[in-house]
């Protein structure tokens, strides 16, 4: 058996699927929260602007299933973040998150993501806004600075005076962003990861929960942060390899999986996306959160392109799922090679 980590009164792990761009949206949270019942997932970034003034429903709507689920704001402008985040609290999500992390131009362009790390005024302004017009909390996701910044004295800096606003939960990207030179996927990658600078400024921010982001691929990894500091958060490693969701229950909270195999999870989801269909939801929309399932397994490759081709045809439902499914085999050891018919069985 494996050790979970141990929970004290004042502290509880944290653990976050982080915010992604045209990945983590209702659908694949929704997919999500059939592999881990205590992981806080995240939104997609939306602009305070669109939360204000966009369809509010299509941006904000979130089946009850997600909590807890954390809506991430972009913006600059106290006014305008205080009424999305007032939006966000009567919608019933659980915090409202700034992003102070993102290198894209076109969010440098709008003055807020990761250039906000250069104006922490900025961001004591927009939380101390927000904290007055909702109840729920305001956190902050950053990353250890950016440019040619002082790594860990522009850090302090930034997190002391936010902090002082009322901010007291900060996920750390432990990356600088290079805000020109490099394109947005370029900095999830070169700029190297100095994640003992995060544990240097938890010793000196004892009270404050920091949440550790970026680089972490494998549950060894993720435990060890969570040990070091108060949490982990997990991107890409978790949509596209979502079984590694399946560890998080147990290996950190010792809670029982939802899914104890891949088929479980799929059984999980079928009544599910029948239901998003009779809403008019496209196959596609949800089960494109899907294909990393049966990775490693015999099968993996006919199960995403099943899914991948015929998870298009405007009246394919469930059974298209089952179908590519059929032809997981779980039973066998990973890295097998498997050729058979599908046998849908398997996902019920």
Known sequence: MFETIPETPSKRPVFSVAPMMDWTDRYCRLFHRQLTRHAVLYTEMVTADAVIHGDRERLLGFDADEHPVVFQLGGSEPEKMAEAARIVEDFGYDAANINCGCPSDRVQSGRFGACLMREPETVAALVAAMRAAVSIPVTVKCRIGVDDQEDYADLKRFVDIVSAAGCSEFTVHARKAWLKGLSPKENRDIPPLNHPLVERLKADRPDLTLVANGGLSDMAAIRDRIEKLDGAMVGRAAYQDPWLLASVDPRIFGDAAPAARRADAIAAMLPLIDR?????????????????????????????????????????????????????????????????????????
Do not use: W
């Open 276 to 348: 998003e269909r009779g809403r008019g939801v496209p196959l596609h929309s949800i089960t494109r959160h899907m294909l990393g399932l049966a990775n490693g397994l015999p099968g993996a490759r006919a199960y995403r392109r099943v899914l991948s081709e015929e998870a298009r045809d405007p009246s394919a439902g469930p059974e298209v799922v089952e179908k590519a499914f059929g032809f997981v085999r779980e039973d066998l050891p990973a890295g097998q090679p498997f050729v058979g018919q599908p046998d849908a069985s398997r996902a019920a």
